[in-house]
């Protein structure tokens, strides 16, 4: 980790994510740079929970998906020695049955944004929360299921998207002092158009800083609840901590709050414990939480992955993932009595994935 986990997380903030590592570079001349990258992702999935939100019996077999294929656009132009203008465009496809009809079906990422060593980056448009770049980040290393923070939060319907994130947002992120980074993000909600009387504009923000010495790397924030974009009213706050102890071989611990409200279950407190290990052409993931819902059960949840890069371009994987939910009885119109759902089936996801 050292001074790259930095690195990667402010990468990640201006979407030079590690899925960039395979990028075709288009043009590259007089400053100017265009790269294009993606994936395409294919896997088995099954197993998971019985019931659905509905505490409807549903069918938890085996199916062929998609991972997550996406492309995406990556544009650079130095300004000057210092400051370099940046544009970012990603979309996500489905690339089996289910989509076949409509190609791209979510236009992921879309913004741009001037970057300086001396004072900073600052962005707008369409991109991830900066609470899960800067403080989840750590924990988020799944391609599917496995991460509980910011999870319960997001309004984005994916992984990583985290709450009040995505479309409208204007940030900023400080540059390393002396190993502190500080970051702030605000998305608008307008209702201009609208017959009055309309409920005027909303800003929903988020904030935190990072500090980095040698191995260890600490983060601290948190992400507004506004009620407009899809959030409960009351806000999420976290914090983790990650250290390499030897090269391949790092540890993360985190927490993760908010407080009771009357949506989507109320609040929570989360506490996780993981640890990556990686070794030639293998890595491995592993980690645990509990979670406390202030209006139900504690449960723990675990997640596990192994990756193995056949080549610099491809990758076979494999997850696990058990969210430890209750089981339910669940009422089925024809039958005499109602029929236990499990809510503790483990999901599991195999595949392979094509970087370019």
Known sequence: MKKTLLATAIAGAVALSAATAQAATVYDQDGTKLDVNGRIAMGIRGGGPEYNANDELIDNGEEFVDVYSRLGLTMSHMVNSDVTAFGRVEWRFTGDERNTAQGFNEVRHSYIGLRSNAYGTVQAGNYDSFYNSFVASPF????????????????????????QARGDSIGYIT??????????????????????PSRGS??????????????????????????????????????????????GFSGRIGYEMRD???????????????????????????????IDPDNADSRTSWA????????????????????????????????????TADGDDMYWLTGARYHF
């Open 140 to 163: 988020d290393v799944y391609l599917d299921r496995g991460l509980e923070l910011t999870q319960n939060a997001s309004v984005t319907g994916s992984n990583g998207g985290g709450e």
């Open 175 to 196: 540059p390393n002092l002396e190993g502190f980074t500080a970051f702030i993000s605000a998305k608008h909600y307008s209702d201009r158009g609208d017959v009055e």
């Open 202 to 247: 909303v800003v929903a923000t988020q904030g935190g800083a990072t500090y980095e010495i040698d191995a260890l790397r600490l983060a601290l924030g948190y992400a507004e609840g506004t009620v407009r974009g899809g959030g409960t009213g009351e806000n999420i706050y976290g914090t983790t901590a990650s250290y390499e102890f030897m090269p």
């Open 260 to 290: 009771d409200h009357t949506v989507r279950g109320g609040g929570y407190d989360t506490i996780g414990l993981g640890g990556t290990y990686a070794f030639d052409a293998w890595k491995f993931h592993a980690d645990v939480y509990n």
């Open 304 to 339: 596990a992955g192994a990756y193995y890069n056949v080549s610099s371009n491809f990758d076979v994987f494999l997850e696990l993932q058990q969210a430890d939910q209750q089981s339910i009885n669940v009422t089925i119109d024809g039958l005499d009595s109602d029929v």
